[in-house]
């Protein structure tokens, strides 16, 4: 499997070793337009099946988890039994200058999420175009969320989250919707009890110039994942494989008809929603004159000579909104704790028995 982060050409090199495996027929048409740096943006249609399925990757370029399990997804040795009835159309990677920085925006520093209706930038023309011409039955958006998520109470972690978006300001419950939430219902069915945390729910608050919301306006059902986190799993390894079996049971599940409407909703609204409750380390009551008592770090992700480094940064004190973290450092019950924390005016903090070195905002 591809590390967490990869420059583009490591993507490509390991992507042209899974198309080799690949049937001849499907590796016709690759380059489905460039990058605003004219990388070129990859398209792959395999089976020939009545249900069609588009599937995008990283249009955000610092969320590699879900590329990494379409590539675990295209490896399988029985992928074209599993694609019988399916014709699916993969963008692996759709923000390659993203992918390549480390960057949620584009080489333009804009948020192709956010750009579903102008269509201001090369990547997006090219989502649409396959939209338009593929004319897709369902798609399925890939996406990976930060660590700060978890259930309303903060006791669980957030490791998968998905959505059906809705078509409208009004949050109509539409065919289409309906058919999103199954598949997200059959998801949760199955892999409920194998995630380290929660499945969650996102809000689903409208907003047009999202690509997800614009595409259920246009009738056609969308999923959106959401590769969460939970305990240590930085490398995001745990939660790739899981949206690898995620998308699996996916693809089974589009064959549903004759949904009813009441029993999907209520399974679906039965997933807990989330909320913005972790953080990466959270140490709690640390006594200072000052009257300090909870400390809140994330790390900031940066690229640096081809290598993903967690940079700690206080990013708040006191915060009611946390109510836990990954790590949790209670110093008033710690006892390897020696009372060495140091806490700098400017709030860079540092402890040898604790192990930590955290920067200030």
């Known amino acids: 499997m591809l590390p967490r982060y990869y420059s583009y050409i490591q993507f490509e ?36 099946g009545k249900v069609k399925v588009l599937a995008w990757s990283q249009m955000h370029g610092n969320e590699s988890s879900t590329t990494r399990a379409i590539c675990e997804l295209l490896r399988r040795s029985d992928l074209e039994h599993m694609l019988e009835n399916i014709e699916l159309y993969i963008i692996p ?28 930038q090369p990547e997006s023309i090219v989502l649409r175009k396959v939209f338009d011409d593929f004319q897709p039955h369902y798609c399925f958006n890939l996406h990976g969320q930060r660590s700060i998520y978890g259930s309303k109470n903060g006791s669980i972690p957030a490791q998968l989250s998905f959505l059906a978006p809705a078509g409208d300001k009004n949050k109509n419950l539409s065919a289409a919707r309906i058919k999103a939430m199954h598949v997200i219902n ?4 199955d892999l409920n009890h194998h995630v380290n945390g929660i499945i969650g729910r996102y809000n ?5 110039n999202c690509v997800g919301d614009f595409m259920m306006s246009n009738l ?16 995001r390894d745990e939660v790739s494989i899981l949206v690898y079996k995620a998308l699996q049971i996916a693809l089974k599940s589009v064959f549903t008809s004759h949904l009813l409407k009441v029993a999907v909703v209520n399974a679906y609204e039965s997933i807990p929603e989330m909320s913005k409750a972790y953080v990466d380390i959270w140490i709690k009551n640390y006594k200072s004159p000052a ?25 708040g004190v006191n915060r009611e909104d946390v109510l836990n973290g990954h790590r949790v450092i209670d110093l008033s019950d710690d006892d390897s704790f020696k009372n060495d924390l140091i806490v700098e005016d400017n709030f860079e903090i ?12």
């Open 13 to 48: 090199d390991y992507f042209q070793k899974i198309l080799n495996t690949l049937d001849g027929s499907v590796l016709k048409d690759l380059v489905i337009g460039e990058s605003v740096l004219k990388r070129s943006i990859y398209g792959l249609k395999i089976g020939s």
């Open 204 to 208: 689903d608050d409208f907003n047009i």
């Open 291 to 315: 009257g300090i008592k909870h400390l809140c770090i994330q790390f900031h992700e940066q690229v640096q000579d081809g290598k993903l480094y967690f940079i700690p940064i206080l990013i």
């Open 186 to 189: 059959s998801i949760n069915t």
């Open 220 to 235: 056609v059902p969308t999923v959106l994942f959401e590769a969460g986190h939970s305990g240590d799993d930085y490398s």
């Open 93 to 120: 990677i759709l923000n390659p200058d993203g992918a390549d920085n480390w960057t949620r925006v584009n080489a333009n520093n804009v948020d192709l999420n956010r750009d579903a209706v102008l269509l201001s």
């Open 350 to 361: 540092y402890s040898e028995s604790l192990n930590i070195t955290i920067f200030a905002n």
